[in-house]
């Protein structure tokens, strides 16, 4: 059981096989490539390994063209990667220069035609498919047929796909190892799991680990465990902008953590799959759905030259390829979308939901372009989540008979929007582009009903625990009283204990607990939105009753999202799956006369489905 890589054996029994993952962490530039593969040689790697793309083979024409048409997570991606990528002419001079360091050169495919590019200019002896890509048996069988071994993240997968993916690699004819993966960067050492590397030996491949974590500890543990490989990114400086350089080793950290492999110390965790939710953010973003390479009319059965595959994953598995094929189009599927469970299971929500025996003032999340379709729902409100490029659009007009709330924007450009920065240059950009939102609230306040009210995050995350929150607090009070808000009614939400900043471990210093959260209202005469999921994570985290916080809070809430939770990182969980006790906490809000939304993790998706679920479920807890 193990591979061979060029005169290399990697296995049970053989030196890791230690792989330093320079990924896009150049920024571009050609120059602080040569340097990374230096970092990598006299940091003793085994291998160093670069990352290749063509983004119109990765990723849907409309991302590309407008990735404000999208989440955030791609306004901020899509122009990195058009950023960073080097030219094909580049690689080969790399691939030399490794060589003649004596290091083992890699490049990471991430569609057919980056391999094939790889193919016609490269040497390569292994090929990496990184975590976005396990499920994507299209890409998988067109490396296969170079008949070169491949290394295999299983991040972002669930279980019962990482069985079908390791049955299906076996069926390729080529050698192949796993790689156990928590996909976020930087990623919480409770939700990294090693023991899970036992489930994964039941394959009878090499298992090897794949780390985002701070630190070498959890990486040297899993050789410990047993891993047989080892793949660690390796940056030159951790303040350089890009999505991996924060949970980047630096050159003596990766060489520290070579001569150290034998240590081990924390982190061994379970041995059960759980995707995070920072994987399942990475995973919408990074991984693919079945789309349509044709428009597909009502009625029309499904064949396989009809479709492919492009990111983000927010519609059916790539594994569900087979399945699809053959069905009879419940609608018209126009050319490039992506198809969804509903299109499999032909039945969706939409057709029985009814909001007539929902006692609560309730509506859904919404973004200026979709809010119109959730109308003949009957909501009472909309809930507006905008995004910096969001202020530079035009607003929706009319007469609508629903509130209207509008939840601040929480990035700014590439950078996590902070009320409460201690930097004053920071906090008078964060200031100016709140009171633009403001403006905004105001201005929506002329076409829907009553006073606008407006959400906002406290702020004060560091990477690293405060020593003064009372101090962040008091500048998130400023920050308020900085703002203009007459004729909008202005709501800080309560903050979950490990904030999701692009994914990965923060800490939230403010803004948790009841008494800090109810002595704040009362000095400040603000009123407030009380997330359940966020309250129970802090709870979890600080051991606290949720039920007697929400009885210390209730006088004071005006607007509530609902949502379940789990953990002290399981936040936004559709309603019944996490552990929240509904009929227990809402009890403090009988007779609640103000608004609500489900707060559901990619509730939107699929016509808002996800939304409409848990207003069925929520149900019968409203009195």
Not at 296 to 302: C, K, L, N, Q, S
Request: proline content about 5%; overall charge negative.
């Amino acid at each position: 059981m193990h591979l061979n890589i060029g005169d290399r054996k990697v296995g049970i029994g053989y030196p890791t096989f230690i792989i330093a993952e320079v990924g896009l962490n150049h920024n571009g530039s050609v120059k602080r490539a040569y340097e990374l593969i230096d970092a990598a040689v006299l940091a003793g790697a085994d291998a160093v390994k670069f990352q290749k793309r063509s983004l119109a083979d990765v990723y849907q024409k409309k991302i590309l063209d407008n990735p404000n048409s999208a989440e955030q997570k791609y306004q901020y991606l899509i122009p990195l990667l058009k950023e960073f990528e080097l030219a094909d002419d580049e690689y080969p001079k790399l691939e030399k220069y490794a060589d003649e360091k004596g290091i083992i050169f890699m490049v990471n495919p991430w569609d057919r035609v980056s391999c094939d590019v790889i193919e016609s200019l490269l040497h390569v002896l292994v090929y990496k498919v990184g975590s976005p890509d396990f499920t994507n048996n299209e890409l998988l069988e067109y490396i296969a047929k170079t008949k070169k071994p491949m290394i295999v993240s299983t991040g972002m997968a669930q279980q019962h796909e990482i069985d079908a993916g390791v049955a299906f690699i076996k069926t390729l004819g080529v050698p192949f190892a796993i790689l156990h993966c928590n996909s976020t960067y930087p990623a919480p050492l409770d939700e990294i799991n090693l023991k899970y590397m036992d489930t994964l030996n039941k394959y009878g491949v090499p298992v090897g680990y794949s780390g985002h974590e701070r630190g070498i500890a959890v990486s040297i543990g899993a050789v410990a465990r047993g891993a047989v490989i080892i793949e660690r990114h390796i940056t030159v400086d951790r303040d350089l902008e890009g999505p991996d350089h924060k949970a980047s080793l630096l050159p003596e950290e990766f060489k520290d953590m070579v001569t150290g492999i034998r240590e081990v110390e924390r982190a061994v965790g379970q041995s059960h799959k759980k995707l995070s939710r920072g994987e399942i953010m990475n995973r919408e973003l990074l991984a693919k759905s079945i789309v349509t390479k044709v428009f597909i009319a009502e009625g029309t059965v499904i064949t396989r030259d009809m479709l492919t595959t492009r990111s983000p994953a927010k519609g059916l598995s790539p594994q569900k390829m087979d399945e699809i094929v053959g069905t009879v189009a419940v609608r018209d599927i126009l050319l490039g979308d992506a198809l969804t469970e509903d299109d499999l299971t032909s039945s969706t929500i939409a057709a029985t939901f009814t909001s007539a025996d929902i006692l609560w003032n309730w509506g859904p999340v919404v973004r200026w372009k979709d809010f119109a379709s959730y109308l003949p729902y009957e909501p009472d409100l909309f809930e507006f989540h905008l995004s910096d490029k969001d202020l530079d659009e035009e607003v929706p007009r009319g007469k609508f008979s629903q509130q209207v709330i509008v939840h601040a924007p929480e990035y700014m450009k590439r950078v996590y929007l902070n009320p409460a920065s201690e930097d004053k240059d920071e906090r008078k950009a964060t200031i100016a582009i709140l009171q633009k939102s403001v403006d905004i609230a105001r201005s929506l306040g002329e076409s829907f009903q009553g006073t606008p009210k407006f959400i906002i995050h406290p702020g004060g995350i560091t990477l690293t625990k405060h020593n003064k929150p009372k101090h962040l607090l008091e500048l998130f009070a400023d920050t308020l009283s900085s703002l203009k808000t007459d004729g909008v009614e202005m709501l800080p939400e309560n903050l979950p204990p490990r904030p999701w900043v692009f994914g990965g471990e923060w800490v939230t210093n403010v803004f948790m607990l009841g008494e800090e959260i109810r002595d704040f209202l009362q000095e400040t005469g603000y009123n407030m939105c009380f997330d359940t999921s966020h309250a129970a994570l802090s709870c979890n985290a600080y051991n606290k009753d949720l039920l007697e916080m929400i009885r210390l809070l209730a006088p004071y809430v005006r607007h509530l999202h609902v949502a379940d939770g789990s953990g002290t990182g399981e936040e936004g969980l559709q309603i019944g799956s996490g552990t929240i006790d509904f009929d227990k906490i809402l009890q403090p809000f009988a007779g609640y006369e103000h608004t609500m939304v489900p707060e559901i993790w990619q509730g939107h998706l699929h016509g808002g489905k996800g939304f409409l679920q848990a207003m069925n479920h929520l149900k019968q807890y409203m009195k």
